[in-house]
């Protein structure tokens, strides 16, 4: 199982980035998928969920309306926009695959080794 954050990097604050999360080794449609993100010091928070089909996403409430998530089961990739990024949004973006209850989201073992967010001011 190999999941690959990319997309990450320097923008200033108001700017947007669009990462992408390609899977392989796992039946990507069968997984919902998460974005997380974890600052320096900090711990590792769910930022936005996807359902297995698309059909339902939840966030986080620091990003809701800032943020979209979407995914393409034909490429096997999820895709997290961000728009009116705050300094606040600096962090390392991972993605999991793992399950949802309603807007509960549950990890699994498998992450990408995450990609780089940094919000300047």
């Known amino acids: 199982v190999q999941l690959v954050e990319s997309g990450g990097g320097l923008v200033q604050a108001g700017g947007s980035l669009r990462l992408s999360c390609l899977a392989s080794?796992?039946?990507?449609?069968?997984?919902?998928m998460a974005w997380y993100r974890q600052a320096p010091g900090k711990q590792r928070d769910v930022v936005a969920f996807?359902?297995?089909?698309?059909?339902?996403?939840s966030f986080g409430d620091s990003v809701k309306g800032r943020f979209t998530i979407s995914r393409d089961n034909n490429k096997d990739t999820m895709y997290l926009q961000m728009n009116n990024l705050e300094v606040e949004d600096t962090a390392l973006y991972y993605c999991?695959?793992?399950?949802?209850?309603?807007?509960?989201?549950?990890?699994?073992?498998?992450w990408g080794p995450g990609t780089q967010v940094t919000v300047s001011s």
């Open positions: 999991n695959a793992g399950s949802h209850t309603g807007r509960q989201y549950f990890s699994s073992k498998f």
């Open positions: 080794g796992i039946t990507f449609s069968a997984y919902a």
């Open positions: 996807i359902s297995s089909d698309g059909g339902f996403a």
